[in-house]
């Protein structure tokens, strides 16, 4: 485990230092995955970044097959595809999201990338072999949001029907695999331990309670249950690899989507928990980054783990010291659950325990609708 300094917080020397290690987060041009990019550009590392959000619709390869897909499916009507009604404003760019890792200490590397397409997930690995010879770490964060955006995630299962279910299975959870199948042979090229950098090679699945519990609707829980049992199975079949795989759960999110759901109204009247206990995108990065450094990380191997659990493990906070607490602690449920916005306002924060409930628990069923 990473070291401590006096104050119990982890060494910065230590818990920063990815200078050297080749990254790849999918679906980077806004939420977490933007979040975790610009994470290890702050640790130093070059950090490939994908999506279909892009001001110059172009994978900026030197391959002309590439830049050919990804002009055409550009602009077609394919539902894999950004714009206003899936996924977000085309003001949220991969190339944005480049020039913000290279801004924090890294260096980024947009590149065009639709995840239903096999071949230009191929070209992108291409891309790296070539360029580097090896892959260190792998975030599988891409998810489409289904045809209609927010309607389509809150829809009875026969109201939303198939399109919900392709969209989020396919970008979501197929698109994990393919591109895991591309990278592992790229990670046994070079194990970056004998860097001294991570601890050896890691595939980071971006996760939700939603694995565990009834959310949004069947075809979110069916794909999140998916990507746990993926990292779990994967593990199995890396051990011998020297590969880590891990399963991460961050918890709610104040992602540009959750902000524009709060502006709309749609928040409040589809989920209504209070955001004071959300966690920013860039959370989920310094959970990934405190896991991928630490050298005993293989006892995570094949599980799945608290965003907010794991920042009290590896002693980090968000960056004005604040940190949030787990869904499944009192300190969240609480408030969420049981309190209305008067006695929010009157109960310190911190004479509520941070109690939480067990995973057994957890699994009962949906939450419970906010007060």
Known sequence: MNALNADGDADADTYQSMQGCICVVTGASRGIGKGIAVELGKAGATVYITGTSSSVFSNKSTNANANANANANANSNNMFLTNEQIGGPQTETIEATAEAITRAGGVGVPVYCDHSQDEQVKQLFDRIEHEHGRLDLLVNNVFRVPPGGTSGLFGKFWEVGVQAWDAIHTVGLRSHYV??????????????????????????????????????????????????????????????????????????????????????????????????????????????????????????????????????????????????????????????????????KKVDPNLIPDWKLPFFIMKNGEPPKPT
């Open 179 to 344: 591109a895991s199948c591309y990278a592992v042979p790229l990670m046994k090229k070079n194990n970056p331990k004998r860097k001294g950098s991570m601890a050896r090679p890691m595939i980071a699945m971006i996760s939700s309670f939603g694995g565990i519990t009834y959310t949004f609707n069947v075809a979110y829980g069916v794909g999140k249950a998916a990507v746990d049992r993926l990292a779990k199975d994967m593990a199995v079949e890396l051990k011998d690899e020297d590969i880590q795989v891990t399963s991460f759960y961050p918890g709610v999110v104040l992602t540009e989507r959750t902000q524009r759901a709060v502006d709309s109204g749609d928040w409040s009247k589809e989920v209504g928990i209070p955001l004071e206990n959300a966690e920013s995108p860039g959370y989920t990065g310094k959970a990934i980054i405190a896991v991928a450094k630490d050298d005993d990380n293989m006892t995570k191997t094949g599980t799945f783990q608290v965003v907010a659990e794991l920042a009290s493990e590896y002693k980090f906070t968000e960056d004005n010291g604040f940190r949030p607490p787990s869904i499944r602690s009192l300190k969240f449920l609480l408030p969420a659950y049981a309190f209305d916005e008067e006695t929010r």
